[in-house]
């Protein structure tokens, strides 16, 4: 017979796995919230664009800069803050991200002229891209084990979330107020998932004794390798995106579609992506197929994009590429986490990152270059295309080097596919 107190310690373990279960999710609807905000925050310097230039004598090109130096110190500050990370923590870390966006935000609110609302907006950028690196981390931290695909395809979709809510309230709001208040409102906000941070993030490590403290390291020679080129794959599918998102109308417009029915019609890319997000992440996860979910979907998405500029039947092609595109991105968002183990992932997803931050503001001018100098939109979708033909190389050279070089315990995780 068992001993008597066998049936008590399997009790306590079984309670134990499902409050670590119920911290999983809070810990992620925290985090999701948090990268909600994180969107509706970037999205508010373009929501204001048309009072920022009437009422601080600005060109729509001075309100661009608004927005992309939101990113811009991704370059500078996505390594460090990993690093950060480590050795503050990653509940120090997230507070100071979140403390700078509310501080750029109010700044930005507060600005008599532009180069004090440029400046906010560099302070708020700084704060998001701490945001980004520290918690993505802390997503494979809860995550890594078990239900990676679906937990990262959750949190990803807090940032199209809170900018699509950002399109729809913040013009109403500067109308009804001011764009000043945009701002403010838009801080004001950040300040709920950082209460929610202080008051209930744990790292996974405080409820699972059995696992032993971090020990910290750097990053081998093959580990920024193999970072690099996950780093890749995901500035290039996110590359593929924008300029799918920002050159997708004018194809329409070419092809003599009125303006708002084209914005409409690519508009139905992002609104599939929210729903597609989840169920790639779900598929990767119940059926241990990640591999078989992102090639097929990058295979399609390069087919279907390649297959845009001659089609009939535009809304079908933005849907469908809206599908495909989004199965394919919770498994490639989550490479990093397949082979980096805890003690360095906060400087690995540093590194990741840094590629995205360094890509954005030079894969999108190159899109808008080959439009000029062809004097048509076709090249700028076929050469998104392109972007998608090289994440899908690269996430096969990611693949076979991870077979190579690493024996993580996700690595059973990829095979499955």
Excluded at 164 to 193: D, H, I, K, N
Excluded at 370 to 382: E, F, H, K, M
Aim: aromatic share 10%; proline share 6%.
């Amino acid at each position: 017979m068992w001993p008597a107190h066998a049936d008590g310690d399997a009790g306590a373990q079984g309670a134990n796995l499902r409050r670590m279960i119920e911290s999983r999710w809070r810990i992620l609807a925290i985090l999701f919230i948090a990268r909600f905000a994180l969107g509706f925050l970037f999205q508010s310097a373009g929501s204001v664009a048309p009072f920022v230039v009437s009422e601080l004598g600005v060109d729509f090109a001075a309100v661009g800069m608004l927005v992309g130096v939101f990113l811009l110190p991704g370059v500078v500050i996505s390594v460090p803050s990993g690093y950060l990370s480590r050795n503050f923590g990653d509940k120090g870390a997230v507070a100071v991200g979140m403390a700078l966006m509310i501080v750029g935000g109010m700044l930005s609110g507060l600005a008599p002229s532009y180069p004090a609302l440029f400046a906010g907006r560099v302070v708020s950028g700084t704060g998001g891209v701490i945001l980004v690196v520290v918690m993505s981390k802390m997503i494979a931290d809860w995550f890594a084990d078990k239900e990676l695909f679906l937990g990262m395809a959750i949190f990803i979709i807090g940032w199209p979330i809170g900018i699509a809510a950002g399109q729809a309230t913040q013009g109403a709001l500067a109308e009804l107020l001011s764009w000043q208040m945009v701002f403010v409102v838009s801080a004001l906000l950040v300040a709920l998932p950082l209460l929610l941070v202080a008051l209930f993030y744990r790292t996974p490590h405080e409820h699972d004794q059995s696992v032993p403290p971090s020990t910290q390291r750097r990053l081998t020679g093959m580990e920024i390798i193999i970072v690099c080129l996950a780093g890749l794959c995901w500035m290039f599918l996110n590359g593929t995106y924008l300029v799918l998102l920002s050159f997708g109308p004018a194809h329409l417009i070419e092809l003599g579609m009125p303006v708002p029915q084209a914005n409409s019609v690519v508009s139905m890319m992002s609104w599939v992506t929210a729903v597609a997000l989840p169920l790639g992440g779900f598929l990767a996860t119940r059926y241990k197929v990640p591999n078989l979910v992102m090639f097929v979907g990058l295979a399609a998405s390069i087919f279907l994009c390649a297959a845009i500029p001659f089609s009939p039947a535009p809304l079908l092609m933005f849907t469908l590429v809206g599908v495909t595109v989004a199965l394919a991105t919770p498994v490639v968002g989550s490479l990093p986490a397949e082979v980096l183990e805890p003690r360095i992932r906060a400087p690995g997803f540093g590194l990741y990152y840094f590629w995205y931050f360094i890509g954005m503001p030079v894969l999108l001018p190159i899109a808008g270059m080959l439009r000029d100098r062809t004097g048509s939109v076709t090249a700028s979708l076929l050469y998104a295309t392109a972007l998608l033909l090289a994440c899908l190389v690269l996430a096969a050279v990611f693949r076979f080097a991870q077979t190579r070089w690493f024996k993580h315990p996700l690595a059973a995780l990829s095979r499955a596919g």
